[in-house]
């Protein structure tokens, strides 16, 4: 599922069976969800979950983190436990020996 | 020929709505545009008041849309501007007075008669606000660079760009537009407002004016002028500048005052702690 326009704020998309593409921003109090992965080619302000069937597998990956929430196949992390140095930074996250993991990706 | 709607909206109150309405209103009519200004803030009626007309209001919008007036009964031309018209709203009737069909009915009249249709939105996400928002073309959304008042735009943004009768028909979107106002250099250089440049990035939209915190607004008011009347005034000139910018006539970026880009410079260190604050709120 693509989806070319900023997710706002209220506001709530997912992609049942397949992966989510957002070629745009994600504002804070908006959700995205997917049962595959994630992209987000904007900033992620709001809340993503990848995953959301179980798939522990699935991946979010954003060109700039800057997240409220984010969970894989119900594993979830609030922004706010971020590290000032992955705001703002494109990442990936996923899942790896029963943790969540943030890795940097080419910017 | 059918005239364009464009709505002015905003989620919050109180954050230059009406003003914007009348000024940018007048602004395109005193280019000779063929302008009507709706007010839809049913049961506050001020549009008329910004302008100076409310002795004259005899029979009003929802008149028209329940059909107990014609349009050429209720529309109030401007004394001062003559392709300018008001469309003014009642104090009295029910909210839920604005049905679908009768503001669609008076809309589409309103698009044969004038270039353009200015809808001043109620605060909110209720009817009102969803009834003003639903024939737009282009929406003008108000904004102050404060937490609060960007959130409720974005808000108001998904509306635009779900429930509008060109998202539900799947017509090409309605045109999106941020108007900063009551934009305040002292407030932005000692970081109790966020600088432009982090508004626009965080709402994603076009930026088509910024509007200084002015004066110039009350004196324009208390004399029932529109604020873009006297083009003496910095609003003045920044209600005009938006106009010939909604006319992608200004090639050249928007300025923002002196003081303000230094604060811009100056506020970094801030900003991450303002988008922290504005992530938990
Ligand atoms: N740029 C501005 N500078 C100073 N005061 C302003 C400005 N814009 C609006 N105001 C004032 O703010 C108040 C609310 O404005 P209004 O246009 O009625 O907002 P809304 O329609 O969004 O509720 C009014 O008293 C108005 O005079
Ligand atoms: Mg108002």
């Given at each position: 599922m693509i989806v070319n326009h900023p997710v706002r704020s209220g506001q709530k998309i997912y992609a049942a069976g397949s992966d989510l593409v957002i070629l745009?921003?994600?504002?804070?109090?908006?959700?995205?969800?997917?049962?595959?992965?994630?992209?987000?080619?904007?900033?992620?302000?709001?809340?993503?979950?990848?995953?959301?069937?179980?798939?522990?597998?699935?991946?979010?990956?954003v060109k700039s983190l800057d997240a409220e929430r984010v969970a894989i196949a119900g594993l979830y992390v609030n922004g706010l436990e971020f590290s000032e140095e992955w705001i703002g930074q494109p990442a990936q996250i996923l899942l790896a020996d029963g943790y969540l993991r943030m890795e940097r990706i080419a910017r | 020929m059918t005239g364009t709607v464009i709505t002015v909206t905003s989620g919050k109150g109180g954050v230059g709505k009406t003003t914007t309405s009348a000024a940018f209103g007048a602004a395109l009519a005193l280019r000779g545009k063929r302008v009507c200004l709706v007010d839809f803030d049913v049961g506050l009626r001020n549009l008329d008041l910004v302008l100076g007309i409310e002795k004259r209001v005899v029979f009003d919008f929802l008149h028209v849309v329940s059909g107990k007036a014609k349009l050429s009964q209720a529309l109030i031309r401007d004394k001062r501007i003559d392709t300018l018209y008001v469309l003014a709203t009642s104090q009295t009737h029910e909210k839920d007075a604005l049905t679908y069909e009768g503001v669609a009915s008076v809309i589409g009249q309103l698009?044969?008669?004038?270039?353009?249709?200015?809808?001043?939105s109620p605060a909110g996400i209720?009817?009102?606000?969803?009834?003003?928002?639903?024939?737009a073309d282009h929406a003008i959304v108000v904004c102050n660079p404060e937490i609060s008042s960007i959130r409720d735009a974005d808000r108001i943004l998904g509306f635009v760009s779900s429930k509008s009768k060109r998202a539900e028909e799947g017509?090409?979107?309605?045109?999106?537009?941020?108007?900063?106002?009551?934009?305040?250099?002292e407030r932005?250089?000692?970081?109790?407002?966020?600088?432009?440049?982090?508004?626009?990035?965080?709402l994603s939209a076009e930026l088509l004016g910024i509007i200084p915190e002015s004066r110039a607004v009350l004196n324009a008011s208390n004399t029932g002028l529109p604020a873009s009347f006297d083009a003496g005034t910095d609003v003045g000139r920044a209600y005009r500048d938006a106009a010939s910018r909604f006319f992608g006539e200004v090639p050249q970026p928007i300025t923002v005052p002196m003081a303000a880009q230094v604060a811009v410079l100056e506020s970094r260190p801030q900003r991450g702690f303002l988008r922290r604050l504005f992530r938990r709120s």
């Open positions: 745009s921003s994600v504002s804070t109090g908006a959700e995205v969800l997917a049962d595959g992965c994630i992209h987000v080619y904007g900033c992620l302000h709001g809340a993503a979950f990848a995953g959301v069937d179980g798939d522990q597998k699935a991946r979010i990956f | 698009q044969k008669e004038f270039d353009y249709v200015i809808c001043d209720e009817h009102g606000a969803m009834m003003a928002l639903y024939h017509r090409d979107p309605v045109r999106e537009h941020l108007l900063i106002t009551r934009y305040d250099d932005v250089r000692c970081g109790e407002m966020l600088p432009v440049a982090d508004v626009c990035d965080i």
